[in-house]
């Protein structure tokens, strides 16, 4: 019974910070890739940044130098840490499991909100 739980949404300030989690259950945590995707009203699932099993990290262009994805194995959790954020960050945010057989799971995704 895999599940994936985010929390640390909310609403910011443009240039403000916020610190998402997402705590995984019900698999093998430290041997997945766990990823953090968004979608905005009426627009597609776009990939926010991603971290593998080694801890190689990657991120969307427009999130670089603002946002740092880390992973804590012994708690099973994901973290994305969001700096300097703006308007057009606003959107859900969805915590993404990849396993080593490339099967997706998707938590029930957390609400981010940046206006003034």
């Known amino acids: 019974q895999v599940q994936l739980v985010e929390s640390g949404g909310g609403s910011v300030q443009p240039g403000g910070s916020l610190r998402l989690s997402c705590a995984a259950s019900?698999?093998?945590?430290?041997?997945?890739?766990m990823q953090w995707y968004r979608q905005a009203p009426g627009k597609v699932r776009v990939l926010v940044a991603g971290i593998s099993s080694s801890g190689s990290t990657n991120y969307r262009d427009s999130v670089k130098g603002r946002f740092t994805i880390s992973r804590d194995n012994a708690k099973n959790t994901v973290y994305l840490q969001m700096n300097s954020l703006k308007p057009e960050d606003t959107a859900v945010y969805y915590c993404?499991?990849?396993?080593?057989?490339?099967?997706?799971?998707w938590g029930q995704g957390t609400q981010v909100t940046v206006s003034s």
């Open positions: 993404n499991m990849v396993t080593g057989a490339f099967v997706n799971y």
């Open positions: 019900g698999s093998i945590f430290s041997a997945n890739v």
